[in-house]
């Protein structure tokens, strides 16, 4: 299968028999419905809801409610290759569970991967998917999986979302081991800011699990399924935020230990034991563990009085998390693994019988040749000889620098304004047609997928050849890096019609560590999906008042996407106050 599996479905587990969500968004199991086909070998029929466990309460002592499946107006069986809308081929089906299916598919449209959840038009929990997907859409923040679709079309409701074939599941990421402090905390806090978003939106997830998380090829963290995979399974609770505080929790929890913070083992992770009995803190189930984390993993985790590695009340919601987060000390990033320095192999020289098949005591030993000392010239006839060279080379140099002067009391002679219209037949033209001549901007905009501009009104003075004028980022207090907060901001540039991109050269307002640039090559003036979606085509990363960046090869885009990631901190000026910030005052594109 040419892409990764990591679909903003809620992919079925392979592993055998114990896959158990967190108490908060678990639910029964389920009696098979009778229209469910059996078949052995199907390994995605498994789920996060096939663990046969009983319902279990929450910290609380509460059950989450769940709507029964139904199955009035099932839709004719369907298959791969079958479309929807004649746009959407279904590819592979990759969850099949109580009465709704998830599948893999291509917008033939537009040429890209997506995501469908398909259920009939009669199931019980059809209205409430499409009014939770119609939500979700609206919310329109990054750092969820965006849904694309979501559409009633005759026995048949479907769900469209984005695919994000360069992400992994953080079920992937926990496989191979514990993350680094840096690491957790980054999931941590990420997570809970985009969960306080939806909340405040009055949005929530209650599936919040490592199978829902994803981290893209940047580090950041993008969760998918909100409002949705809880609607298709019919979960509701009376207290959300509660629910998807503690499910943060046993994210961080395993994220720093390695194990799973209930009793039973589930998404690859072993139980620890359950609320009831008593969890132990993470810092007291592995070694090396920081103890702020490990102390704010409990406060989500436990919902009644304190634990006892820590006085401080319980975390009941996203926000007082990442509240609780922001107020430890400053957890450093790992510093970068360096690949040991080259060492040269020593070879033994080279003897005859060396390397054969006979037995190394039939080669005889050889002494070492030394070469005899080249013959010297006689006295006379070596001493004229070395008078002559040096003779010829310092008339060389009298010729060349009388050339040398004699240009430039000419005012540059014929190497001047003049030869422009001369050398057309030059051998110095294919090379400048080689690197590419500049390329007109006809239009640029803005793009800002988060729904929170930086300076739209002023995307046109990073192309107007003014380097007085400029186009600005707003201020930030944290940087160099613009995530969590934003993944990025930047300016979509129309060059007219489809070009061979082969530079982009950019003149930034500020300087200083550090300015990460990304290009991509979007299909449109203003597209509707992240960056991750986007075809990346180069990058640079600079600490001065100018970057170029160089493709490898030409790339033929009528549009391009100039992303900042990272940002230099730079004063107050006229306008925005000091922080990390970025102004773009002019930019060539160059290409054929």
């Keep these: 299968m040419a892409e990764r599996n990591t679909a903003a479905v809620d992919v079925a587990s392979a592993t055998a028999g114990s896959e158990e969500t967190s108490p908060p968004a678990s639910a029964p199991k389920e009696p098979k419905s009778a229209s469910r086909p059996e078949k052995a070998s199907t390994t995605t029929e498994r789920s996060e809801d096939s663990d046969g466990s009983e319902e279990k309460a929450t910290a609380d002592g509460r059950k989450p409610h769940r709507t029964p499946a139904g199955t009035k107006g099932a839709p004719s069986e369907l298959h791969s290759g079958h479309k929807l809308a004649r746009r959407y081929r279904l590819e592979e089906c990759t969850t099949r569970l109580d009465g709704f299916s998830s599948w893999r598919a291509v917008d033939e449209k537009l040429r890209r991967a997506v995501g469908v959840h398909l259920l009939p038009s009669g199931h019980s929990r059809a209205r409430a998917v499409l009014d939770a997907a119609r939500s979700s859409a609206l919310l329109g923040d990054p ?45 941590a806090h990420q997570v809970g800011q985009a969960m306080a978003s939806a909340h405040r939106e009055g949005l929530a997830h209650l599936r919040l699990t490592p199978g829902a998380v994803l981290r893209t090829g940047s580090g950041q963290y993008r969760i998918r399924g909100l409002a949705v995979n809880a609607a298709l399974r019919g979960i509701t609770d009376d207290r959300p935020e509660r629910v998807d505080t503690e499910a943060i929790g046993a994210l961080l929890y395993a994220a720093l230990t390695q194990r799973w913070p209930y009793e039973r083992d589930a998404y690859g992770l072993t139980g620890v034991g359950g609320l009831a009995g008593g969890t132990l803190p993470p810092d007291q189930v592995r070694a090396g563990v920081h103890r702020g984390l490990s102390d704010v993993a409990m406060r989500a985790l436990v919902n009644k009085g304190a634990t006892a590695a820590s006085q401080d009340p319980p975390c009941t919601t996203p926000q007082e998390l990442v509240t609780a987060l922001t107020e430890l000390p400053r957890i450093k990033a790992p510093e970068p693994e360096f690949p040991a320095a080259y060492q040269r192999r020593e070879y033994p020289p080279y003897a005859r019988g060396a390397y054969s098949n006979k037995p190394a005591a039939a080669a005889a030993p050889r002494e070492p040749v030394v070469a005899a000392p080249a ?32 240009a430039l009391m000419n005012g540059g002679g014929p190497s001047g304004g003049e030869q422009d219209a001369d050398d057309s037949g030059s051998d110095d033209k294919p090379k400048q047609q080689a690197a590419g ?25 990073s192309y107007d050849g003014d380097p007085k004028t400029h186009w600005n980022t707003k201020s930030f207090q944290d940087g160099p890096a613009t995530a969590p907060y934003k993944d990025g901001v930047g300016i979509v540039y129309d060059l007219g019609k489809a070009k061979k991109i082969s530079s982009v ?12 640039i990304a290009l991509y090559a979007p299909d449109s003036l203003a597209p509707s999906s992240g960056p991750g979606s986007l075809p990346r085509i180069g990058a640079a990363r600079t600490t001065g008042a100018s970057a170029a960046v160089k493709l490898k090869k030409p790339v033929e885009s009528r549009y ?33």
């Design 143 to 187: 750092r969820f999986v965006q849904v694309l679709d979501a559409v009633e079309e005759g026995d048949m409701v479907y769900v469209v979302h984005e695919w994000l074939p360069d992400a992994v599941p953080l079920t992937e990421v926990l496989a191979a081991g514990p993350l680094e402090p840096y690491d957790a905390y980054q999931l």
């Design 560 to 592: 391009v996407l100039v992303w900042l990631t990272a940002m230099p901190h730079s004063g107050s000026d006229g306008f925005s106050s000091a922080g990390y910030k970025q102004g773009i005052s002019h930019v060539v594109v160059k290409g054929s």
């Design 437 to 461: 001549s500049r390329l007109t901007i006809q239009d640029a905009r803005e793009y800002y997928p988060d729904g929170r501009p930086q300076a739209a009104d002023k995307v046109a003075l």
């Design 505 to 516: 050269s950019l003149n930034l307002r500020n300087s200083g560590e550090h300015t990460e």
């Design 375 to 406: 013959p010297t010239l006689p006295g006379r006839t070596g001493k004229a000889l070395k008078w002559g060279v040096s003779a010829l080379l310092i008339a060389a140099l009298g010729l060349g620098s009388w050339q040398v002067a004699d």
